[in-house]
């Protein structure tokens, strides 16, 4: 059992965006199961932003769990809200903004593509 705060680090000017993160990642591409790249919760501060920014062949996916942002993915910007389910796909170039008031919670997963094989 691990407990949430021992995994917290902070980012600051993540993927060239503004403020600070409270990034906490449960896995990583070397201790995660295979396919899985990373699992984080990330906490976006008012006035903080996800630079624009793409991953080559891995498909990233946010669930926003809490708060409202304005979110970019390729030429579009649309506002998500909580209960939001937001795919990017490899090689898109999307990033996140929040504007609001409140903290924004995003459970944020990468899957890397599985090479030498189907999957199991």
Same mark, same amino acid.
């Given at each position: ?29 070397? +201790?995660?199961?295979?396919? #899985?790249?990373?699992? =984080? $919760? &990330? *906490?976006? !501060? @008012?006035?903080?932003?996800? %630079? /624009? ?21 390729? +030429?579009?910007?649309?506002? #998500?809200?909580?209960? =939001? $389910? &937001? *795919?990017? !796909? @490899?090689?898109?170039?999307? %990033? /996140? ?24």
């Amino acid at each position: 059992m691990t407990n949430l705060e021992s995994l917290m680090r902070t980012s600051v000017g993540d993927h060239d965006g503004v403020g600070e993160l409270r990034v906490y990642r449960a896995y990583d591409r070397a +201790a995660a199961p295979a396919g #899985v790249a990373f699992i =984080d $919760l &990330v *906490v976006v !501060p @008012p006035g903080s932003s996800i %630079g /624009l920014h793409r991953h080559g062949d891995d498909q990233e996916t946010y669930v926003l769990l809490r708060g409202e942002a304005t979110m970019r993915r390729g +030429a579009a910007e649309f506002r #998500v809200r909580a209960g =939001d $389910l &937001v *795919v990017n !796909p @490899p090689h898109g170039v999307h %990033g /996140l903004v929040n504007d609001s008031s409140d903290d924004v919670h995003l459970l944020v997963f990468e899957i890397a593509p599985i090479t030498g094989g189907t999957p199991s």
